[in-house]
């Protein structure tokens, strides 16, 4: 479980203002909010990326902003994240790319690993672009390389910031099902951002809003779509009108 | 008023902006250091960087050592025939090559080629989130990426310019010979006759180590600061080669004054 109180940051202006928020284990938290609200810095304050400048974060019960720099490290395995930019390792093959969390742990053989990169390409569907460099793909194709590189490890808690930021309407929603399908077969606890509503929604079983550093909103899917909370209401209907 | 002061106020900002970046290069090298100490980095992204920026400048700096070195044998040549000092020609081109050109333009050169590519590549790293993907991934950044690429600068310009030293005194053989009528035995002889010390060897190579480690971390810490996307990524690149050059420069003259 993941449990947030009264966290806030400011950088040259306020981008957290006092959030509060409890992800239960298990759980697929869709995390919502227009362009710049503090999304994507909310998640690396949870993985530990940025520290917040007031409240309190606790993961499965450990306070993480008290872990020095080693615990840390240990502490970060417990996570696995696919970023907004996808930040695949140009250097490396797509294959080397998946396998790298891996081989960093040390706790597998080479056969080991490469079986399992065969199995986490496979069910992206990217097993025949083992051998290529990330720059040679597609946009959805690299969004399913990062999909793939965050949970090999099998890490208790994943977060997808963007996992359809560009991708064509019929790719989002294969992208969106398979996360679904990942998370109900691991039972990971999962953090979504996605700016693509319609889609997220589909797949998630609660919903968070941000709006300039704050969360508005805070309820399951159901009560998310039915929300008579204007800045809700406005986004997830895409309405002109409204305090958005 | 504000007017009168502006330029004032200019130089403060950019003497605080020198020592925000001076400190910052400070935190870099301690972190180095520590990891450097318990040995404690990534040895196969070394030998690869090792190969990349040493390996690869090889035939560039070859080819600007050898000119260098029959440039300074152009730049003797009416000296040496006005005063028939052909015995001199290869102290001459030997003391100029080992302390001063040889290290200093060599460290110029890598400076904008590896120096450049590095800030380059460590930038885009930060902006497209790989720094942050590798801390995700409980990996240190520092033990994987920089320690390594720092080492491997400050070993690629030693090494590069013990080669240049080399390559330019061949050079400037060849071009006394064709152009002052200096046998290359006779180069040579004057290279080796007694008035220059092993000194003026470890001189430039001293000077090789510090240009090295100074570029290193002005080219990792650029990378590493770089904000603002792909024109984040070309500021950066442009701040390392300004600031490496001015720092070779600065520290040459320091270098050469403590050193003799």
């Not at chain 1, 093959?93 to 690993?113: C, H, K, M, W, Y």
């Not at chain 1, 399951?220 to 406005?234: D, I, N, R, W």
């Not at chain 2, 000092?85 to 060599?106: C, D, H, M, Y």
Request: charged fraction near 15%.
């Amino acid at each position: 479980m993941i449990q947030i109180q009264h966290l806030s940051k400011t950088f040259v202006h306020p981008v957290l203002r006092n959030v509060t928020l409890r992800v239960p284990a298990g759980c697929l938290y869709g995390l919502i909010g227009p362009g710049a609200s503090g999304k994507s810095v909310l998640l690396k304050m949870i993985t530990a990326l940025m520290r917040p400048d007031a409240g309190t974060l606790h993961v499965d019960g450990q306070d993480v902003l008290g872990l020095s720099e080693i615990e840390l490290a240990s502490f970060r395995l417990k996570f696995g994240m696919l970023f907004q930019n996808n930040a695949l390792f140009d250097s490396m093959t797509v294959a080397d790319n998946v396998a790298f969390p891996l081989r960093r742990l040390g706790q597998l053989s080479e056969t080991e690993i490469a079986a399992r990169v065969r199995e986490r390409l496979s069910a992206v569907s990217l097993a025949e672009f083992a051998e290529r460099i990330p720059s040679s793909l597609s946009g959805g194709q690299k969004k399913r390389v990062g999909v793939a590189r965050a949970t090999i490890t099998q890490a208790p808690i994943i977060f997808y910031d963007e996992p359809a930021a560009g991708l064509d309407p019929v790719t989002s929603q294969k992208i969106f099902d398979l996360l679904r399908k990942e998370q109900e077969t691991a039972r990971t606890t999962v953090i979504m951002v996605s700016s693509d509503v319609d889609r997220l929604l589909t797949v998630t079983d609660r919903v968070g809003m941000m709006y300039r550093g704050s969360l508005v909103f805070d309820g399951t899917t159901s009560e998310a779509q039915t929300s008579e909370h204007a800045h809700v209401k406005q986004f997830i209907h895409g309405l002109a009108e409204g305090p958005l | 008023m504000s007017k009168m002061f502006s330029p004032i106020i200019a130089a403060r900002e950019g003497l605080f902006s020198l020592a925000g970046t001076l400190g910052k290069m400070g935190i870099i090298a301690h972190q180095i250091g520590r990891r450097l100490f318990r040995l404690d980095f990534d040895h196969e992204e070394f030998w690869r960087n090792m190969y990349k920026m040493g390996v690869k400048s090889l035939p560039i700096v070859a080819l600007t050592a050898l000119f260098t070195g029959a440039t300074m044998v152009v730049q003797a040549a009416p000296i040496v025939q006005r005063y028939g000092a052909q015995q001199l020609l290869g102290w001459g081109a030997g003391f100029g090559i080992l302390r001063e050109v040889g290290p200093v333009l060599t460290a110029l050169m890598i400076s904008g080629r590896v120096g450049a590519n590095n800030t380059a590549e460590l930038g885009t790293m930060t902006v497209t989130e790989q720094i942050d993907a590798l801390r995700a991934l409980a990996i240190d950044p520092i033990a994987f990426l920089i320690v390594p690429r720092f080492v491997a600068i400050v070993l690629t310009l030693f090494l590069s310019t013990l080669y240049a030293d080399a390559v330019a005194l061949i050079g400037a053989a060849y071009a006394g010979q064709a152009l002052v009528g200096v046998d290359p035995s006779t180069f040579y002889n004057g290279l080796t006759s007694g008035y220059m010390g092993i000194a003026d060897v470890t001189n430039g190579l001293i000077k090789s180590i510090i240009f090295g480690i100074a570029m290193g971390l002005a080219s990792c810490h650029f990378g590493l600061a770089v904000s603002g996307g792909a024109p984040g990524v070309g500021r950066a690149v442009n701040a390392t080669v300004v600031a490496s050059a001015a720092g070779i420069f600065v520290v040459d003259y320091f270098v050469s004054f403590i050193l003799g």
